[in-house]
């Protein structure tokens, strides 16, 4: 009967502290984190210490605010008077709003 307690006693203990791990989020700067209730965008997490409903509340995306950049290989290019120019591409890009880029792109 003691062990039947004993065990019963381990795993309300492990419950509570996975519980405790899954609704602290710590977020660090330069991130913001997508939140959804259930399937449904609920907020937007800010960098520091936040508080989610466990087992309810998930982050679905996790978006980084610094400037991007993506390269791309060179590219043949044709001119109008029949040159053929190389023309190297570097795309710069910086995320304003995290709920947008989520959902809309």
């Known amino acids: 009967m003691e062990a039947v307690i004993g065990v019963l006693i381990l795993v309300i ?10 609704s602290v989020r710590i977020v660090p700067q330069q991130r913001m984190d997508v939140v959804e209730r259930l399937g449904k965008y609920k907020r ?5 210490l936040n508080l989610l409903v466990p087992f309810i509340d998930s982050v679905r995306s996790k978006v980084d605010m610094r400037e991007q950049v993506v390269s791309f290989p060179p590219q043949p290019v044709i001119t109008s008077d029949n040159l053929v120019v190389s023309i190297d591409t570097v795309l710069y890009f910086k995320v304003v709003d995290p709920v947008r880029a989520t959902y809309e792109i």
């Open 13 to 22: 203990v492990m419950l509570a502290i996975v519980t405790l791990v899954r």
């Open 44 to 48: 937007t997490l800010s960098p520091g």
